[in-house]
T-cell receptor, first 115, second 113 residues
Framework: SQQGEEDPQALSIQEGENATMNCSYK?????LQWYRQNSGRGLVHLIL?????REKHSGRLRVTLDTSKKSSSLLITASRAADTASYFC???????????????FGKGTLLTVNP | NAGVTQTPKFQVLKTGQSMTLQCAQD?????MSWYRQDPGMGLRLIHY???????DQGEVPNGYNVSRSTTEDFPLRLLSAAPSQTSVYFC????????????FGPGTRLLVL
């Protein structure tokens, strides 16, 4: 079953506006990562936030993590048409045997930024 | 560095055929994994490997085999292709056991008729 669930499934905004995507998960995690996927391409890592961190910034990206609510949000400020893509959260947690870790992806949010 | 490479980019198979999807990385990463991506389903982990000679099952391993004889290569074998295996397959790698950033290949689009 999916560990992370993004919300909304799709988001359409105008260039220059901010875009916020949310991710909820079910079990305890080591870290949470956000990835971007342009249409027909592979995933590109955006940002990683560890379970003991609450907020992280990278350029126009701001990620928050609330482990008590098991949720994270990704904020893209001053969006551009080139930000149009699908965005996935992925949670890292121990596998069932406890000896290794697994990275579990959500279903993604499709962001469309209109010029 | 080429990063993570996958071949072929696109493949059409008939039901029952077998094939191998190739994945290679030149970053000396220990951890490699295979995902499939289906519409509305996100990415689901098929198999992963924490180093040469060590593999383990992910969320949806049935119908797939893997082996890891070298650090660089992690091929995914479809034993007897079924239409349900029509999907886009992504290989990924990272320096250590999945704890860090995953680097993804460009994907292989597979159609099983």
């Amino acid at each position: 079953s999916q560990q992370g669930e993004e919300d909304p499934q799709a988001l359409s905004i105008q260039e220059g506006e901010n875009a916020t995507m949310n991710c909820s998960y079910k079990t305890s995690i080591n870290n949470l990562q956000w990835y971007r996927q342009n249409s027909g391409r592979g995933l590109v890592h955006l940002i990683l936030i560890r379970s003991n961190e609450r907020e992280k910034h990278s350029g126009r990206l701001r990620v928050t993590l609330d482990t008590s609510k098991k949720s994270s949000s990704l904020l893209i400020t001053a969006s551009r048409a080139a930000d149009t893509a699908s965005y996935f959260c992925a949670t890292l947690s121990p596998n069932s045997g406890g000896s290794n870790y697994k990275l579990t992806f959500g279903k993604g949010t499709l962001l469309t930024v209109n010029p | 560095n080429a990063g993570v490479t996958q071949t072929p980019k696109f493949q059409v198979l008939k039901t029952g055929q077998s094939m191998t999807l190739q994945c290679a990385q030149d970053m000396n990463h220990e951890y490699m994994s295979w995902y499939r991506q289906d519409p509305g389903m996100g990415l689901r982990l098929i198999h992963y490997s924490v180093g040469a000679g060590i593999t383990d099952q992910g969320e949806v391993p049935n119908g797939y085999n893997v082996s890891r004889s070298t650090t660089e290569d992690f091929p995914l074998r479809l034993l007897s292709a079924a239409p349900s295996q029509t999907s886009v397959y992504f290989c990924a790698s990272s320096y250590s056991s999945g704890v860090e950033t995953q680097y993804f290949g460009p994907g292989t689009r597979l159609l099983v008729l």
